[in-house]
């Protein structure tokens, strides 16, 4: 009986696999079957598992490609589930133009960054068992790409972080739409580098990022459903022209929004 019910698993395992090879990259991300009753450990990290039974991981930009989750069933048999992730290489971008109060921010501003950065974190640590996670995402807005995830970014001739979002110009005041429903956890009227920024939480840890808007149309708590407009596009911080930048996080990894939406035509 038991050799029988990891068999099952195993196929269950392998066609899941098989239809999400795409995401399978650095970036990406896998949607999961856990064990009926079981639990699902990705390292030491137990992952929430839905009453379906389904799971999610997201991976960083620089994640290792050899991935492992660890399956337990309810009769503790344990399964070790290996993901292989495709290579990617990403941009070099060179950005002129930044304020000398940008590229080196004063102490005080670097006392509101740090205050700032530690909001955006709390937002994005939630795990809640919102299922918008396994929507099938829409473009928050369409228009002309402009800055794509990964990039390694040279400002005025200087080193910085990578780019961790897409960037869509747009002229200011273009509405922004909810790629898909969730709760908005953080609606924030201004910091530092992304100005007027949006946290939307989607479930299972996945939530989206809207920065440099004009204009925020929902507030903290609001419950959105795909489609619904939530802001404006802007240009408030750290930016050289209108745009929205989207972002996708599962926790404190960054996944690649380019991987949630069908392709552009551009
Ligand atoms: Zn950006």
Redesign the pocket.
């Known amino acids: 009986m038991k050799i029988i019910i990891s068999t099952l698993l195993f196929i269950t395992l392998c066609s899941t696999s098989f239809a999400q090879k795409n995401n399978l990259q650095p970036g990406g991300f896998y949607f999961g079957e856990a064990p009926v009753g079981g639990r699902v450990f990705y390292g030491d990290r137990p992952l929430q598992t839905t009453d379906d039974n389904r799971f999610f991981v997201g991976f960083d930009r620089d994640a290792d490609l050899q991935q492992q989750l660890t399956l337990i069933s309810e009769d503790n048999q344990v399964t070790i589930l290996s993901l292989e992730l495709k290579p990617r290489s990403y941009k070099i971008e060179k950005i002129e133009g930044i304020s000398k109060k940008m590229m080196a921010p004063s102490a005080e501003d670097l006392i509101r960054i740090s205050q700032e950065a530690a909001q955006v974190r709390e937002a994005r640590q939630l795990v809640t068992q919102l299922r918008n996670v396994s929507e099938q995402f829409i473009w928050p807005l369409k228009g002309r790409i402009?800055?794509v995830y990964g990039s390694q970014r040279i400002f005025n001739g200087e080193p910085r972080r990578p780019?961790?979002?897409?960037?869509i110009a747009a002229p200011k005041g273009t509405p922004v739409i909810a790629p898909a429903g969730g709760i908005v956890q953080l609606a924030h009227s201004g910091m530092f580098f992304s100005g007027k920024t949006l946290v939307i939480d989607h479930g299972l840890g996945l939530s989206s990022s809207f920065?440099?808007l004009n204009k925020l149309l929902v507030t903290e708590g609001q419950q959105v459903q795909q489609g619904e407009k939530i802001a404006l596009v802007g240009a408030s911080g750290r930016?050289t022209g209108p745009?929205l930048?989207w972002?996708i996080n599962w926790l404190e990894q960054r996944l690649d929004p380019a991987l949630w939406v069908p392709l552009l035509h551009q």
């Open positions: 402009s800055g780019h961790y979002g897409i960037d920065l440099h930016v745009h930048d972002r």
